[in-house]
């Protein structure tokens, strides 16, 4: 399944400034899930503005929160009774930096769910090379 920035307004909680994935494609190959989300960095986002004058550096923290949302995509057609938080970041590495014209490619593989967790890890590249990957938790919790 492929999805595009309008129908991920329909499928996901994010909206702008804080969506961060273009398009996404779930993949389901046997026993494993698999997402990739794109996104293409502008130069004018609000989280480039101050990082750095003159040599602008995708945040860090921007890069996981993308590779969170690539694996947000695994819950879409689940319970729709809960919200779904970010419980842990694992094992983040960052490898490369990612600037103004990169765009970055999230891969994102469901692992197991245990309970109300769900598992999953996931990795950043700009033009094949890794600039970023981590391990992620997530609970989903009954709304209130």
Known sequence: M???KEQLHNLLPHR???LLINDV???QNGEDILSIAHYTVRGDEFFL???????????????????????????????TN?????????????????RPGDTIQ?????????????FASAEAL??????ARCELSFALVPKA
């Open 2 to 4: 492929k999805f595009n």
């Open 16 to 18: 702008d400034p804080m």
């Open 25 to 27: 494609e779930l993949i």
């Open 49 to 79: 503005q101050g990082h750095f004058p003159n040599n602008p550096v995708v945040p860090g923290v921007i890069l996981c929160e993308m590779m969170t949302q690539a694996c947000c995509v695994f819950f879409i057609g689940k319970e």
């Open 82 to 98: 809960v919200d779904t938080y970010l419980t842990t970041l694992d094992s983040v590495k960052f490898k490369n930096p990612v």
């Open 106 to 118: 999230l891969r994102a593989k469901f692992i197991k769910t245990n309970r109300i967790f769900t």
């Open 126 to 131: 700009v033009r094949d090379k890794l600039v």
